[in-house]
Protein backbone atom coordinates (compact mmCIF):
# COMPACT_ATOMS: atom_id res chain seq x y z
CA UNK A 1 0.00 0.00 0.00
CA UNK A 2 1.58 3.30 -1.24
CA UNK A 3 2.15 6.10 1.82
CA UNK A 4 2.79 9.66 1.85
CA UNK A 5 3.11 11.36 5.08
CA UNK A 6 3.98 15.22 5.41
CA UNK A 7 5.12 16.65 7.82
CA UNK A 8 6.58 20.07 9.07
CA UNK A 9 4.30 22.57 8.27
CA UNK A 10 2.48 25.37 10.43
CA UNK A 11 2.49 28.88 11.16
CA UNK A 12 5.41 31.36 9.79
CA UNK A 13 5.58 35.14 9.49
CA UNK A 14 6.13 36.88 5.98
CA UNK A 15 9.75 36.40 4.79
CA UNK A 16 10.46 33.31 7.14
CA UNK A 17 11.38 29.81 5.81
CA UNK A 18 9.68 26.16 6.12
CA UNK A 19 10.81 23.05 5.25
CA UNK A 20 8.21 20.03 4.50
CA UNK A 21 9.17 16.81 4.81
CA UNK A 22 7.18 13.40 3.32
CA UNK A 23 7.79 10.12 4.36
CA UNK A 24 6.68 7.81 1.73
CA UNK A 25 6.58 3.69 1.55
CA UNK A 26 5.23 1.19 -0.19
CA UNK A 27 6.55 1.92 -3.78
CA UNK A 28 10.46 1.55 -4.65
CA UNK A 29 10.39 5.44 -4.15
CA UNK A 30 13.66 5.93 -6.11
CA UNK A 31 12.09 4.68 -9.01
CA UNK A 32 9.36 7.47 -9.32
CA UNK A 33 9.00 11.17 -9.82
CA UNK A 34 7.64 13.07 -7.10
CA UNK A 35 6.20 16.14 -7.18
CA UNK A 36 4.62 18.59 -4.60
CA UNK A 37 1.08 20.43 -4.87
CA UNK A 38 -1.00 22.83 -2.74
CA UNK A 39 -4.23 23.69 -2.38
CA UNK A 40 -4.90 27.25 -1.24
CA UNK A 41 -8.22 28.20 0.95
CA UNK A 42 -11.09 28.39 -1.87
CA UNK A 43 -9.12 27.45 -4.83
CA UNK A 44 -8.10 24.23 -6.51
CA UNK A 45 -4.90 22.41 -6.94
CA UNK A 46 -1.63 24.12 -8.04
CA UNK A 47 1.34 22.09 -9.18
CA UNK A 48 4.64 23.88 -6.94
CA UNK A 49 7.47 21.71 -7.54
CA UNK A 50 8.76 18.34 -9.28
CA UNK A 51 12.08 15.88 -9.06
CA UNK A 52 12.78 13.62 -11.08
CA UNK A 53 13.68 9.82 -9.91
CA UNK A 54 16.83 9.10 -10.50
CA UNK A 55 18.66 11.84 -12.82
CA UNK A 56 19.29 14.92 -10.77
CA UNK A 57 17.06 17.62 -11.83
CA UNK A 58 13.94 19.29 -10.72
CA UNK A 59 11.38 22.19 -12.02
CA UNK A 60 9.15 24.59 -10.12
CA UNK A 61 6.48 26.96 -11.37
CA UNK A 62 6.93 30.32 -12.00
CA UNK A 63 5.29 31.43 -8.82
CA UNK A 64 8.08 29.66 -6.32
CA UNK A 65 11.09 29.35 -8.64
CA UNK A 66 13.89 31.16 -6.83
CA UNK A 67 12.21 30.68 -3.38
CA UNK A 68 10.99 27.20 -2.93
CA UNK A 69 13.58 24.05 -3.71
CA UNK A 70 12.35 20.42 -3.90
CA UNK A 71 14.83 17.76 -2.88
CA UNK A 72 14.91 14.09 -2.34
CA UNK A 73 16.87 11.45 -0.32
CA UNK A 74 16.31 8.05 -2.02
CA UNK A 75 18.32 6.20 0.90
CA UNK A 76 15.68 7.31 3.37
CA UNK A 77 12.55 7.46 1.07
CA UNK A 78 11.68 10.71 1.45
CA UNK A 79 11.04 13.98 -0.37
CA UNK A 80 11.64 17.67 0.74
CA UNK A 81 10.13 21.05 0.05
CA UNK A 82 12.73 23.58 1.77
CA UNK A 83 10.35 26.74 1.32
CA UNK A 84 12.04 30.70 1.84
CA UNK A 85 11.00 33.97 1.27
CA UNK A 86 7.15 32.50 1.91
CA UNK A 87 4.61 35.32 1.16
CA UNK A 88 1.03 35.39 2.39
CA UNK A 89 0.01 33.97 -0.85
CA UNK A 90 1.79 30.77 0.19
CA UNK A 91 -0.61 29.56 2.31
CA UNK A 92 -2.05 26.10 1.51
CA UNK A 93 -2.61 22.98 2.51
CA UNK A 94 0.67 21.47 0.69
CA UNK A 95 0.59 17.69 -0.36
CA UNK A 96 3.45 15.12 -1.42
CA UNK A 97 2.45 13.35 -5.15
CA UNK A 98 4.29 10.29 -6.45
CA UNK A 99 4.86 11.30 -10.12
CA UNK A 100 5.61 14.21 -12.06
CA UNK A 101 3.96 17.84 -12.40
CA UNK A 102 -0.11 17.20 -13.20
CA UNK A 103 0.79 13.45 -13.50
CA UNK A 104 0.38 11.78 -9.96
CA UNK A 105 -1.32 9.11 -8.84
CA UNK A 106 -1.32 8.84 -4.91
CA UNK A 107 -0.45 11.74 -2.40
CA UNK A 108 -0.90 12.19 0.94
CA UNK A 109 -3.38 13.97 3.60
CA UNK A 110 -1.40 16.92 3.25
CA UNK A 111 0.10 19.73 5.83
CA UNK A 112 -0.59 23.48 6.71
CA UNK A 113 1.35 25.90 5.86
CA UNK A 114 0.44 29.69 7.14
CA UNK A 115 2.08 32.67 6.50
CA UNK A 116 1.03 35.63 8.00
CA UNK A 117 1.68 39.52 6.89
Known amino acids: EVQLVESGGGLVQAGGSVRLSCAASGFTFSSYPMSWVRRAPGKGLEWVSS????????THANSVKGRFTISRDNAKNTLYLQMNSLKPEDTAVYYCAKGFANDYDYWGQGTQVTVSS
Open 51 to 58: IWSRVSGS
